[in-house]
Structures are given as C-alpha cells and as structure tokens.
C-alpha cells in the first residue's frame, strides 16, 4: 500500500463565477464545437449559478459535444499550448466509466479536489478510497475543462489524473492504460518545443507516479 501521509498541497482560489467560465468558453469557441449558441451557456450559467447557493463549481461541456481532443488544444501554459500525447490517438474512446454524468450538454461538477494526498498512488488504489470518501474521479474532459478554468490547477509535481474515464476493448475488459494531465518535460516525442505545454496523456493502472494526485469531485448537476 502507499504511503497514507498527505502530501503538501496548494489550496488554490476559488475558481470564477460560472457566469465568467461561460464567457471563458465562447473566448474560446468551445460553444461552437458543442454545436451550441453562446446565449445557451451563458443562460445555463445564470441559471446554474442561481442554483449553487453560493458554492459555485466547474462548468463542464458533456464529453459527447466537445471531446478530449478538441479541448486539450485550447489549454495555454508559459504561451505554449496544450496537446495529446502521439501514442493516444484513441484520446476520445475513453469514456466515463463506473459513473453517470448528467444527459445534458452542459452541467455543473462541484467540489473538485485534486487529490494531492494521493500523489505516488496507483489508479487501483485511488479509487477505492475515493468511494470510501463519497467522491467519484473526474472524467479527463472535467479535468481539462478544470485547467482551461483555472490554468494554476497544474503545477509542477503537482499534476494529476482523471480516472473516471477509462477505454472498454472490444472484449469488455478495461484499457489498462488512464488518463492523466500534466506538464510536458519537452522530452522524447514531446519534442523540446513543447517544454513545459499541457499534456494529456496517460500512465498504466497499477503503476504510481509522485507528480500525480487523482482529481476527484463531490457531485454533478445538469
């Protein structure tokens, strides 16, 4: 088992208002790649914001309408943007697994954590003590959604997972292969100009890495 001592972790600020993370997203054309208006979110954030009794949360596009690919472009660090890794051009297959999101284009997901506790974890390991604790993990679409939100959410050695998606193979047994999103060495395929860009790659169920907590989040709301 991992070693249980919380790991030091950054209390980060309290993300923006949802009416402001709506006008985040048309910024960035998100609303056109889910195939909806900008008047939509933004009514779906005044609405939403009017129903969260001052706890606020994560505005999230359903995974169906603006998938990992199309939004892992759009995260920016030190001018760099973000990209998937070569080897994970089934970035989109990974589905929410073991978890329900709201059917509805957009929804809410609220208290999201980062799970640096966690960190030098394995996904076999995490998850278990996230049910135990009454959270469920962030599909990699939250997590990116998270970043383009609130860009200081990543943090050298303080990355983290997603493991609420996960690939089904044909057989119906699970990909071995999660999710994960943190910051590029500019190594290997990487390539040196992509130093320290966003990355949205993966790492292997049974295996821990020290830089990666498993972002996770108390509930969802469409």
Known sequence: ????????????PALPALSAQAERLIEL???ETAGLSADEIRTFAVKAEAGTEG????LAVHPDRAPASALAPLLRRDGKPGFVVVDMP??????????E??????????GI???DHMANWSPDEALPALTKEDRTPLVLTEGVHWVLQQPEALERNLCFMTIGSRLRKPNGTLDARTPAIWISNGTGRDGRER??????????WNNRHTWLGFASATGRRG
């Not at 088992?1 to 980060?12: E, F, G, I, K, N």
């Not at 706890?55 to 994560?58: D, P, S, T, V």
């Not at 970035?91 to 978890?99: E, G, K, Q, R, S």
Request: hydrophobic share 35%; with cysteine.
């Open 90 to 99: 089934d970035v989109d297959d990974f589905t929410p697994c073991a978890l």
């Open 29 to 31: 054309g998100v609303h």
């Open 1 to 12: 088992m991992p070693d249980t001592t919380p790991a030091p972790s950054t209390v980060l």
């Open 101 to 110: 999101l709201p059917d509805a284009p957009l929804y809410v997901v609220t």
């Open 55 to 58: 706890q606020g949360g994560l």
């Open 195 to 204: 130093r320290n860009a966003p990355k949205v790659g993966w790492c292997w």
């Open 113 to 115: 954590d980062r799970g």
